[in-house]
């Protein structure tokens, strides 16, 4: 119910409105959020978490948020920005990742730097984050970030692939898929906080 919900607000309503009425929905199911995990940018602005535990776990005390960066280690621990001294046994770094497909060059399938309107590795120079314009009869199935299970868009994906490889989609031009991507990409950067992780720009639009 939540997520049609959602896809409602997204699909009916205009951008801001749709943002706040989400975050609304949110709050009202699963409260408001601590202050360490208040989000300085707004819904859809970066990678969602899910994880219905989290948030519980934080309130009950099992896990502790911080917010702050790592000033240091130290033998025992880490000293974080605001002072705080942790002892800890492991440290991971959740750093977010660079697509590599080595079987492939580059000017293949990503966006180079000069070209991209956006500020990641991974933006990917793919029409409808699949077809690469330049190379018929290429298609890269999977490489979105969306908050729901990825197996139904990455079988969309495939049959529209097929489709095109068939002749029963007919893709356009070159140029226009070049077009089309700035134009997406152009869209993204306008609704993205620039401090997010590079694996954002694989976000499937809504619109």
Request: aromatic letters at 8%; one cysteine or more; proline letters at 6%.
């Amino acid at each position: 119910m939540l997520t049609y919900v959602g896809r409602l607000f997204e699909t009916t309503l205009p951008k801001r409105l749709s943002e706040w009425c989400q975050m609304k929905l949110c709050e009202a199911v699963v409260g408001s959020l601590p202050e360490a995990i208040k989000p300085q940018h707004s819904l859809f602005q970066a990678n969602l978490t899910v994880r219905s535990d989290l948030l519980e776990n934080i309130r009950t005390g099992r896990i502790t948020a911080h917010r702050a960066s790592i000033d240091r280690i130290t033998e025992y621990g880490i000293v974080l920005t605001n002072g705080t001294i942790l002892e800890v046994d492991v440290i991971i770094c959740c750093t977010g990742y660079d697509i590599d497909l080595p079987y492939l060059l580059d000017e293949y399938y990503r966006m180079q730097e000069k070209d991209s309107v956006l500020p990641a590795r991974n933006s990917l120079n793919l029409y409808k984050l699949v077809a690469a314009p330049r190379y018929p009869n290429l298609f890269c199935i999977g490489y979105v970030h969306l908050e729901g299970p990825l197996v139904p868009v990455a079988e969309a994906q495939a049959r529209w692939a097929v489709g095109a490889i068939t002749g029963k989609v007919t893709l356009p031009s070159p140029d226009q898929m070049e077009r089309s991507i700035y134009v997406y990409q152009e869209d993204l950067a306008s609704r993205v906080s620039c401090d997010m992780p590079t694996m954002f720009f694989l976000l499937v639009s809504s619109n």
